[in-house]
C-alpha cells in the first residue's frame, strides 16, 4: 500500500541551521499539508500545497517554507532553527476536491519526522 | 479563527468501564476526524464524520456528532488495555485546514 512516506525519520540538528524534509504523498492524493506536534501537544497546521502552489498557511513564522514538485511531493524547510523547533513533523496527503463518498481516507499521515535542535 | 477543545486532557480508567471523550468546536465545519496516536507513532484515522446526528462505531469506540451544539463526543465501551492512547478530534475549516484539539491521553488499566 502505497501511503503517506516521510524522510527522514529522526533528524539531529544544532540551533541556527537548515532543515529539509521531505513526503511523498499517498497514490491519487495531490496536496500535502504539513503539521508541527511539540511532545504532549495536538499537532499544529503549517501549511498546505496544491497544484506546487501554497493555499494556506498557519501561524508560522516566515523560517518555515515549503515546495511542490509536479509529482505531488513535498518539502518542508526550517531556517535558522530554535531549540522550540524540536516536534514532530507530519505531513498529510489529500485529494482536492474534497469527494464526500470517499471520506473515509480524507487526510492520510505519514510516519513523522522527529527533529532534535540543540 | 477555528478553536478546537477536548476534555479531558488525561484519563485513566479500569478495564470493563465505560466513558466518554469530548470536542468542542468554535465555528461552523462540515467535517470532524478522530484520530488516535500510540506513543512515538503517527495518527491513526478511527471516524470521519459530516452531519447533524452523525453516529459511527467501530469495535468498543462510538462517535457522533451534534453540529448545533458544534459538539462531538467518543465514547468508549467497556474498555480493554488495547485502547490506551491519545485520542485527537480535528475539525475542518471553510480552506481544507485541519485544526485539532489538545488530545485526550487514555489510560486503561486492567
Known amino acids: 500500500d502505497a501511503g503517506v512516506t516521510q524522510s527522514p525519520t529522526h533528524l539531529i540538528k544544532t540551533r541556527g541551521q537548515q532543515v529539509t524534509l521531505r513526503c511523498s504523498p499517498k497514490?491519487?492524493?495531490?496536496?500535502v499539508s504539513w503539521y508541527q506536534q511539540a511532545l504532549g501537544q495536538g499537532p499544529q497546521f503549517i501549511f498546505q500545497?496544491?497544484?506546487?502552489?501554497?493555499?494556506q498557511r498557519g501561524n508560522f513564522p516566515d523560517r518555515f517554507s515549503g515546495h511542490q514538485f509536479p509529482n505531488y511531493s513535498s518539502e518542508l524547510n526550517v531556517n535558522a532553527l530554535l531549540l522550540g523547533d524540536s516536534a514532530l513533523y507530519l505531513c498529510?496527503?489529500?485529494?482536492?476536491?474534497?469527494?464526500?463518498?470517499?471520506?473515509?481516507?480524507?487526510?492520510?499521515f505519514g510516519s513523522g519526522t522527529r527533529l532534535t535542535v540543540v | 479563527e477555528l478553536k478546537v477543545e477536548q476534555n479531558p486532557l488525561f484519563l485513566s480508567m479500569q478495564e470493563g468501564k465505560n466513558y466518554t471523550i469530548y470536542c468542542n468546536y468554535s465555528?461552523?465545519?462540515?467535517?470532524l476526524y478522530w484520530y488516535r496516536q500510540d506513543p512515538g507513532k503517527s495518527l491513526e484515522s478511527l471516524f470521519v464524520?459530516?452531519?447533524?446526528?452523525a453516529v459511527k462505531q467501530e469495535g468498543r469506540l462510538m462517535a457522533s456528532l451534534d453540529t448545533k451544539a458544534r459538539l462531538s463526543t467518543l465514547h468508549i465501551t467497556a474498555a480493554v488495555h488495547d485502547l490506551s492512547a491519545t485520542y485527537f478530534c480535528?475539525?475542518?475549516?471553510?480552506?481544507?485546514?485541519?485544526?485539532f484539539g489538545g488530545g485526550t491521553r487514555l489510560m486503561v488499566k486492567p
Open positions: 498529510a496527503s489529500s485529494f482536492l476536491p474534497f469527494d464526500l463518498d470517499t471520506t473515509v481516507d480524507g487526510y492520510t
Open positions: 497514490s491519487g492524493h495531490d496536496t
Open positions: 500545497y496544491y497544484e506546487e502552489e501554497e493555499r
Open positions: 465555528t461552523t465545519s462540515d467535517r
Open positions: 464524520l459530516l452531519s447533524n446526528g
Open positions: 480535528a475539525v475542518v475549516d471553510a480552506g481544507n485546514m485541519l485544526t
